[in-house]
């Protein structure tokens, strides 16, 4: 079946650099995207969201890019800091206001100081 | 405003037992959403309650069963407990009928002995 994919399972980056967390999607009918992160023992926490007719949308240190001709989702977090390391999933929706999110497996993004 | 709370936190099960984990809404949202996560993985959608009503169903065999109250809070049923079942069980809350934005609780860590 189609599903939300990430391309890379861990991400190590230094204090202060800018971070790229890359995700795929294979569900054309697509039309709602999220980014969360979870941190060690918690539930996913809602960073930023975007719709099919945007390709970009800017947030708190954070900025999500959609390239809905690749199926591409990206989140971008500036000037990362130690708070930053967990896990981020990208999820989906496929709209109809009746289904439930369909999740990848995760990017475990490591700070390094 | 109180975020989305779930109990219990952690519980311990033996084949073949029954369970049920019970979650609370934000405040003013309407919409109970459970996922399973397994470790390592991310969260699957078992199903969605909207006016106490199953709305729509993942991949869950019918051991998985729920309800949801009057007052929007809901439980997660789930007889004939597995090994497999171990799992952190997430609730997340969204309001009326567009479920894009879900809001998770910390989870119920379910271990299955």
């Known amino acids: 079946g189609e599903s939300v994919g990430l391309h890379l399972p861990t991400l190590s980056v230094q204090e202060g650099d800018n971070s790229i967390i890359n995700c795929a999607y294979s569900?054309?009918?697509?039309?709602?995207f999220i980014w969360y992160k979870q941190e060690s023992g918690k539930g996913p926490q809602f960073i930023i969201d975007?719709?099919?007719?945007?390709d970009k949308r800017q947030g708190q240190r954070v900025t999500v890019l959609l390239n809905k001709t690749v199926k591409h989702l990206s989140l971008q977090i500036a000037a990362t800091q130690p708070g930053d390391s967990a896990v981020y999933f990208c999820?989906?929706?496929?709209?109809?206001?009746?289904?439930?999110?369909?999740f990848g497996k995760g990017t475990h993004l490591i700070i390094q100081p | 405003d109180a975020g989305v709370t779930q109990s219990p936190t952690h519980l311990i099960k033996t084949r073949g037992q029954q369970v049920t984990l019970r979650c609370s809404p934000k405040?003013?949202?309407?919409?109970v959403s459970w996922y399973q996560q397994a470790l390592g993985q991310g969260p699957q959608f078992i199903f969605q309650?909207?006016?106490?009503?199953?709305?729509q169903r993942g991949n869950f065999p019918d051991r998985f069963s729920g309800h949801q109250f009057p007052n929007y809070s809901s439980e997660l049923n789930v007889n004939a407990l597995l090994l497999g079942d171990s799992a952190l069980y997430l609730c997340?809350?969204?309001?009326?009928?567009?479920?894009?934005?879900?809001?998770f609780g910390p989870g119920t860590r379910l271990t299955v002995l």
């Open positions: 997340a809350s969204s309001l009326g009928r567009n479920t894009d934005t879900q809001y």
């Open positions: 569900n054309s009918a697509s039309d709602y």
């Open positions: 975007i719709r099919s007719n945007m």
């Open positions: 999820a989906e929706n496929s709209g109809g206001g009746a289904d439930g999110l369909t």
């Open positions: 405040s003013g949202h309407d919409t």
């Open positions: 309650y909207y006016e106490e009503e199953e709305r």
